[in-house]
């Protein structure tokens, strides 16, 4: 018992750590418009880059906490497309607010958040169906004893 929780709360920080780099590698080409461009490129979509590296920082290791902590439910596809879900969710929820607000092109909070909700399924949703089928197939593959060639196929 001792084993399977200590196994749940290292997936759980890994995910906290995967989130950690994504806010990280996601943060980088911001920082670097803000040095080349300046605040300009950031104030026309009425949030400062500060604002949008925030919500990386904050967003992503919380979606990877989800993440990990609903790991085991990667096994089945509907599971992974949870997991996709759950992992991207905080950070398009919060941007839709963000910038659907200060834009004034949203009516109310939680018509952002549905947005977010909207946008979420369906890129959380088919990036985590796509991690799910890659690694079936890898599985199979490996099952066979074939090797993976450079177009996809099984020699």
Do not use: H
């Not at 609903?70 to 497309?81: E, I, N, Q, V």
Request: glycine share 14%; with cysteine.
């Amino acid at each position: 018992m001792q084993d399977r929780r200590w196994g749940a709360r290292e997936e759980v920080l890994r995910g906290v750590r995967v989130g950690l780099f994504m806010a990280t590698a996601f943060s980088l080409p911001v920082m670097v418009i803000w040095m080349v461009v300046g605040s300009t490129a950031f104030e026309r979509l009425g949030a400062s880059w500060f604002a949008i590296v925030g919500v990386y920082y904050v967003a992503l290791p919380l979606g990877g906490c989800a993440y990990g902590a609903l790991l085991p439910l990667k096994r089945f596809a509907l599971g992974a497309m949870l997991l996709g879900f759950v992992l991207v969710l905080p950070m398009y929820a919060a941007f839709a607010v963000i910038l659907g607000l200060s834009l004034n092109r949203l009516p109310s909070i939680q018509v952002a958040l549905i947005i977010g909700v909207i946008l979420s399924a369906f890129v959380g949703g088919a990036v985590g169906l796509s991690e799910w089928n890659d690694e079936r197939v890898d599985r199979r593959d490996n099952t066979k004893g074939g090797q993976r060639t450079e177009g996809g196929g099984v020699d």
